[in-house]
């Protein structure tokens, strides 16, 4: 038979079809056009108790010279391969010892850190150097140059955030390493950032980056702000907030007082002792991170019991709800791809 004669049998027409690496849409056509959203990501917690001790091991058991990033992923049980924690986001605890330095390199993926524990370690991006306290929250948005260095006592962990899988998706994944282990400070202590620090004025002079649009100018939101908003707020305890993530507080872009970064919202959320949050969905995935507290998301059919420091995520269009316990507030850090699928028109959400 010659490659054009009209084959004489459908398991003949299939095997022609997968040689010529093409496929029956009629055989898959529900998977591509679901009705809704099938997210391959699976509700899961990481609970920071038992990371914490597998850190500390690689801190010994492995230098910085080595390793890129002494970083454990938080892998998704649903997206192996690559890893990744929901489709879109990456998240990971990262270790650095007192001495240490995690020499400069940049990349196109956005990140972000989020400070658990430890004291006196320094990140520098694009030259201002950004101290790192417990709860800060630090940018480093793509294609900036940034390096870690700890001159404190204790380890230092945190919290990173990545969009990494999306821009991988994307294909537009670059890296670089800086041509010295650091680079020069330019703006020590926040310099440029400060600028940024007064409410509702900006510096003038300045205007956003055209090269870098949607991203802040602000490297890092510290603790004692974001403490100062969430205590301000429910301090009278008339605010009721939002009715699934209580008193929910999105870091802003002050030049546009969207989110932080253009593919992802980060947000701190206090929720009140006995907080039952009323269930919703959305297309937008999400992370957690439990900066104070303990209670339980429910998603789908599983339930996650968190505790201080554990991670936990909530796929997209999954229907979710958070409970807490009787006594002790809570405070959840969390981060979201909310941003990539409004400015596509795909954001949906519902209440159930
Ligand atoms: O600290 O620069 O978790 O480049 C993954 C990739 C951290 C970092 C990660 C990174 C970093
Ligand atoms: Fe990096």
Same mark, same amino acid.
Request: proline share 9%; glycine share 8%.
């Given at each position: ?201 900006? #510096?003038?002079?300045?205007?956003? +980056? =055209?090269?870098?649009?949607? &991203? *802040?100018?602000? %490297? @890092?939101?510290?603790?004692? !702000? ?52 009323? #269930?919703?969905?959305?297309?937008? +995935? =999400?992370?957690?991170?439990? &900066? *104070?507290?303990? %209670? @339980?998301?429910?998603?789908? !059919? ?51």
């Amino acid at each position: 038979m010659t490659s054009t004669d009209v084959p004489t049998t459908d398991e003949r027409a299939y095997a022609d079809m997968a040689e010529l690496s093409a496929a029956p849409l009629w055989r898959q056509y529900g998977e591509l056009m679901p009705a809704q959203p099938v997210s391959r990501a699976r509700p899961h917690l990481w609970p920071y108790a038992r990371l914490r001790p597998v850190a500390m091991h690689f801190s010994r058991a492995l230098s910085l010279a080595e390793a890129e990033r002494r970083v454990l992923m938080m892998v998704n049980p649903g997206l192996t391969d690559p890893p990744a924690t929901v489709p879109t986001l990456f998240a990971g605890i990262q270790i650095v010892m007192p001495g240490e330095t995690a020499r400069a390199h940049r990349h196109t993926a956005n990140a972000f850190r989020f400070i658990i524990e430890g004291d006196g370690a320094v990140t520098t991006v694009n030259g201002e150097q950004l101290a790192m306290r417990p709860g800060d929250l630090l940018l480093t948005p793509g294609w900036h140059w940034h390096d870690h260095a700890h001159q404190g006592h204790s380890p230092m962990m945190w919290l990173d955030g990545l969009d990494y899988p999306l821009v991988n998706n994307l294909n537009a994944g670059f890296f670089e390493l800086y041509q010295a282990p650091v680079q020069p400070v330019a703006n020590p202590d926040e310099a440029s950032s400060r600028q940024f620090r007064h409410g509702r004025l900006n #510096p003038a002079w300045r205007a956003p +980056s =055209t090269e870098h649009p949607g &991203v *802040s100018p602000v %490297g @890092s939101y510290p603790w004692e !702000e974001t403490e100062r908003a969430l205590a301000t707020i429910t301090e009278a305890g008339t605010v009721a907030g939002s009715a699934a993530e209580g008193i929910l507080l999105e870091y802003s872009n002050p030049w546009t007082g969207g989110p932080v970064l253009p593919t992802i919202a980060c947000r701190i959320a206090r929720l009140r002792a006995g907080f039952a949050g009323v #269930p919703r969905q959305h297309t937008a +995935s =999400t992370i957690y991170h439990v &900066v *104070s507290g303990s %209670g @339980s998301t429910t998603v789908g !059919e599983q339930r996650l019991d968190w505790n201080e420091h554990d991670t936990f995520c909530v796929p997209g269009w999954a229907r979710y709800a958070h409970q807490v316990a009787a006594q002790g507030d809570a405070t959840l850090f969390s981060y979201t791809d909310e941003p990539v699928l409004r400015v596509l028109g795909l954001y949906r959400e519902q209440w159930l």
